[in-house]
């Protein structure tokens, strides 16, 4: 009997010791369907990639950083004061500095690059609900970064952390999967009403032609879930008109041999610390 016991809790140390294994490999590393599927789509979404326990970190400094004041922050055109970008968190705020650095994201845009990584740039995006967060029209984020930083390759990823509760009825980002095959696209015009910031929004026809071709995915997940995205995938939000808030953090990384050096746009919106990043340990959030 005593044995039998001794054997058993050898056995659930076992399969412990390798459960932790297989979540240190799962949550540091990609596999290669997980590049395959990036490589094809333009995305890969991994839900509740992240605690609840680490999630709630990061929103506690959400209401400060709705609290700011300065450039960095852009507000909704028009009578709409609500905040539309924050730009920098990984500067202003450690949990943001850690999450940047944090390998279940580090670690796997450095797969999908195959490089070494920098942060270009991080922008909150808080879309409050009862419409106070606007509507994002489609574009290509390597539009603003190739044409006004001087981005020359696509070797840049979105890493989008859900800080809410991203459902159907909040304004889900979405996306149109496989765009980024398309490369950059050249039927755009600069969004006149974008203020603190660059946009250059693709034309109706191409994307009609784009949705007809790939379809449209809304990304949906609970607080902690992140999506890594190719720089050149069309995507776009509508207005919030939900009561639920829908934040997005973007940790947004660039190869270090891609590095930006055609512009002089303050750091915020273009980092010039080319610095490959390190990784910290994985429990770097709640630690």
């Known amino acids: 009997m005593i044995v039998g016991k001794l054997e058993g809790a050898r056995r659930a140390v076992r399969l412990q010791s390798e459960l932790v294994r297989y979540m240190e490999t799962y949550t540091t590393k990609l596999n290669n369907n997980d590049i395959t599927e990036f490589d094809e789509q333009g995305y890969l979404f991994i839900p509740a990639l992240l605690t609840p326990e680490e999630t709630e970190v990061l929103q506690r400094d959400i209401p400060d950083m709705l609290n700011r004041q300065g450039p960095e922050v852009i507000r909704e055109p028009g009578p709409n004061s609500a905040i539309r970008l924050v730009y920098g968190g990984h500067v202003h705020y450690e949990s943001f500095r850690r999450l940047s650095l944090h390998p279940r994201l580090l670690n796997p845009v450095r797969q999908l690059v195959r490089d070494e990584v920098y942060i270009h740039q991080s922008r909150m995006n808080p879309k409050p609900g009862f419409g106070a967060g606007g509507a994002w029209t489609w574009h290509q984020d390597y539009g603003t970064w190739h044409r006004v930083d001087g981005m020359q390759q696509p070797k840049a990823v979105m890493t989008a952390v859900f800080l ?118 994985d429990g770097c959030l709640i630690g």
């Open 164 to 281: 809410n509760d991203c459902t159907a009825v909040n304004a889900p980002l979405m996306v149109v999967p496989g765009s980024q095959h398309h490369g950059l696209i050249d039927d755009v015009a600069e969004d006149e009403q974008a203020e603190g910031y660059a946009l250059f929004d693709i034309d109706r026809q191409t994307l009609q032609a784009l949705a007809d071709a790939h379809g449209i995915e809304a990304l949906m997940g609970p607080a902690g879930s992140v999506c890594f995205l190719h720089c050149n995938i069309v995507h776009g939000s509508s207005n919030n008109v939900s009561p639920w808030d829908r934040t997005i953090m973007y940790m947004n990384y660039n190869a270090v041999s891609n590095a930006c050096t055609g512009t002089d746009r303050v750091w915020y919106h273009n980092n010039r610390d080319f610095t490959p990043l390190v990784a910290l340990e």
